[in-house]
Nanobody, 120 residues
Framework: QVQLVESGGGLVQPGGSLRLSCAASGSNFRINATGWYRQDPGTQRELVAMISSTGRTNYADSVKGRFTISRDNAKNTLYLQMNSLKPEDTAAYYC??????????????WGQGTQVTVSS
């Protein structure tokens, strides 16, 4: 089993920045692709950014040039640096990982989410 815990959300003014973190814990696991999704109430969860085990990244068009995803494999931690935030970035942000656990195979894992609110 793999647990994902997000942190770093909060209230920020338009144009501001936030850095989200996602710490993974568990036993005998390896994370392959991992990333961030976001969801507003009443809408579908959407991909924000993804990073592969080799560091290849993919971003939603709406955040390209403003958000940067990175990972520290030694610390099993994922980051999302969000700059030039807009009110439309307001959402709950969820950490995602596809991880392989020894003896259990690969599976999807999700964090509980952290709220980001962009408002003046």
């Amino acid at each position: 089993q793999v647990q994902l815990v997000e942190s770093g959300g909060g209230l920020v003014q338009p144009g501001g920045s936030l850095r989200l973190s996602c710490a993974a814990s568990g036993s005998n696991f390896r994370i392959n692709a991992t990333g961030w999704y976001r969801q507003d109430p009443g809408t579908q969860r959407e991909l924000v950014a993804m990073i592969s085990s080799t560091g290849r990244t993919n971003y939603a068009d709406s955040v390209k040039g403003r958000f940067t995803i990175s990972r520290d494999n030694a610390k099993n931690t994922l980051y999302l640096q969000m700059n030039s935030l807009k009110p439309e970035d307001t959402a709950a942000y969820y950490c995602y990982a596809w991880a392989v656990v020894v003896g259990r195979g690969g599976s999807d894992y999700w964090g509980q989410g952290t709220q980001v609110t962009v408002s003046s």
